[in-house]
T-cell receptor
Framework: RKEVEQDPGPFNVPEGATVAFNCTYSNSASQSFFWYRQDCRKEPKLLMSVYSSGNEDGRFTAQLNRASQYISLLIRDSKLSDSATYLCVVTKTGGGNKLTFGTGTQLKVEL | GAVVSQHPSRVICKSGTSVKIECRSLDFQATTMFWYRQFPKQSLMLMATSNEGSKATYEQGVEKDKFLINHASLTLSTLTVTSAHPEDSSFYIC??????????FGPGTRLTVL
């Protein structure tokens, strides 16, 4: 089983739609959780950290469910510029701040 | 935000040659740098953790003699792919960790081995 699992998509949504991505992680000892965004042939960029209490940044909302080992990302009012691959990332077990990446979920926002 | 650069951004080489990739933190000192590799449609895979002034720590399955890492200063780490072969063709990305353990990624180096 992969350490971090995501539905690869693609998710094709119209502009203005709300879309949700899910991610599961296998190790209950994972400590920190993030969503990164990666554009085609570019490096990943931090979108937001994820906390148990949930957090929101503009149109983006992230939530963590430790009991179910599940992380979500909700994007409201999708823009064309949101088209990218969204990577679920957790800290590597026993590895300090080593990051373990999921394979990513591809989002395509269309007119 | 913090800036990390990589050089070169793209390299094409013949099989058997060695390729050096540089990773620099431009506006902060990074005690720790990380090297990742990403194959098409796959996730970033951590190859090694590089600490300034000490030997790198390699992940399981990564050959330390093939992927030489040097972290000579707080702003520079290098990855040398020795005797590169076509299966080494990939997107190599470094990241640098600041004092708050936040990782900032370089723009990546696309290696193609013919």
């Amino acid at each position: 089983r992969k350490e971090v699992e995501q539905d690869p998509g693609p998710f094709n949504v119209p502009e203005g739609a709300t879309v949700a991505f899910n991610c599961t992680y296998s190790n209950s000892a994972s400590q920190s959780f993030f969503w990164y965004r990666q554009d085609c042939r570019k490096e990943p960029k931090l979108l937001m950290s994820v906390y148990s209490s949930g957090n929101e940044d503009g149109r983006f909302t992230a939530q963590l469910n430790r009991a179910s080992q599940y992380i979500s990302l909700l994007i409201r009012d999708s823009k064309l510029s949101d088209s990218a691959t969204y990577l679920c990332v957790v800290t590597k077990t026993g590895g300090g701040n080593k990051l373990t990446f999921g394979t990513g979920t591809q989002l395509k926002v269309e007119l | 935000g913090a800036v990390v650069s990589q050089h070169p951004s793209r390299v094409i080489c013949k099989s058997g040659t060695s390729v050096k990739i540089e990773c620099r933190s431009l506006d902060f000192q990074a005690t720790t740098m990380f090297w990742y590799r990403q194959f098409p449609k796959q996730s970033l895979m951590l190859m090694a953790t590089s600490n300034e002034g000490s030997k790198a720590t390699y992940e399981q399955g990564v050959e330390k003699d093939k992927f030489l890492i040097n972290h000579a200063s707080l702003t520079l780490s290098t990855l040398t792919v020795t005797s590169a072969h076509p299966e080494d063709s990939s997107f190599y990305i470094c990241s640098a960790s600041d004092q708050k353990d936040t990782q900032y990624f370089g723009p990546g180096t696309r290696l193609t081995v013919l």
